[in-house]
């Protein structure tokens, strides 16, 4: 166990050995589509349009539009992305940015201004309690969907790449694990009055979302011994993050070779069941359980034999 708080330690300080991941979002925690229907809501265009870097060819006065590149939320729309690689961490300024297709308008009577289809923004470090950061309806101060992307720009620098970008502090989190933006159109073309009123607006048009203070997440391989054996040693957890509101079953595959014990701990370390498995070769075995009365968030897998040892984290969401 006391190698097991270090080894806590060592995840939750991020070890800095370990290769940079990416500092986008990772994968789709939870969409739920507004009013409207677009081709960019489904594969083969989603999800992928939402994880990974902003459209390199938007800029200030174009805005990207191609079903690769962004994803429709329609008006009301809600999506949750999840941070599986690296998670946002709060750092001097700004912490993350939303990147969606506003843009100037060039022509016409509201040439000069913005064109905006604005969301709200939360975070979350276990995906269930959200921290929603202040906004106005009148002057977008807050929202996402407000500043043109550019492209061509480093998207952790919040100096050059636009884009709306958040301070975790203002919601006294310390890391998020979770980003939720949900579109607020409805309320700009509820009151004609608004300065960013355009009748044509339908909604939010998500193109990425990057951490400009991001933390690595050790979710892989973690041999604490020499792991110079003659047979692979892995353990690997699907699906990663659990949706208990498509399936709770979790499997945990461990390749190992002779009696392996399993253990599943939450964030604060405690011990939530202890298998074993009998294996008398190097082979693929798979347990698996369900977790329909686990709450949401964060756990580890631990799996022993007398020689190795390994972890690996995973998520569990609504
Ligand atoms: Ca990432
Ligand atoms: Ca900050
Ligand atoms: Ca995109």
């Keep these: 166990m006391k190698n097991l708080i270090l080894l806590f330690l060592t995840l939750i300080t991020f070890n800095s050995a370990f290769a940079q991941s990416d500092p986008f979002a990772d994968s789709v925690a939870l969409f739920i589509k507004g009013t409207g229907s677009w081709v960019n809501q489904n594969p083969p265009y989603f999800p992928d349009n939402v994880l990974g870097p902003p459209a390199s060819n938007a800029s200030y006065t174009v805005p990207a539009v191609s079903p690769d590149d962004i994803c429709s939320l329609g008006l009301g729309g809600e999506i949750v992305l999840a941070f599986t690689n690296n998670a946002i961490v709060d750092g001097d300024g ?8 506003a843009f100037q308008i060039l022509y016409g009577p509201r ?48 100096d050059s790449s636009g884009g709306d970008s958040f301070d975790l502090a203002t919601v006294g989190l310390d890391t998020a694990y979770f980003v939720k ?50 047979y692979e040693f892995q353990i690997n957890v699907f699906p990663n993050p659990v949706e208990k509101s498509k399936s709770s079953s979790v499997s945990i595959e461990v390749q190992s070779k002779g009696n392996t ?23 693929k075995q798979i347990l698996k359980f369900n977790a329909q009365n686990l709450s949401a968030g964060i756990y580890f897998v631990e799996a022993k034999t007398e020689r190795f040892s390994s972890t690996a984290k995973f998520l569990i969401i609504k």
């Design 181 to 230: 933006i949900t579109d607020i159109t409805s309320i700009i073309l509820s009151d004609t009055s608004n300065p960013y009123y355009d009748y044509t607006a339908n909604g939010f048009d998500l193109d990425a979302v990057a951490a400009i203070h991001s933390a690595d997440i050790i979710s892989g391989i973690e041999d604490r011994e020499n792991d110079s054996g003659p």
């Design 261 to 283: 014990e399993i253990t599943l701990y939450n964030i604060l370390g405690q011990q939530i069941f202890v298998r074993r498995l009998t294996g008398s070769i190097s082979e």
């Design 111 to 158: 040439a000069g201004e913005i064109f905006a289809e604005p969301g709200k923004v939360a975070v979350s470090k276990d995906g269930v309690n959200f921290f929603e950061f202040p906004f106005d309806s009148l002057t977008l101060n807050g929202c996402a969907g407000v500043t043109p992307t550019n492209g061509s720009a480093d998207p952790t620098n919040p």
């Design 94 to 101: 700004p912490d993350f940015t939303v990147f969606e297709n």
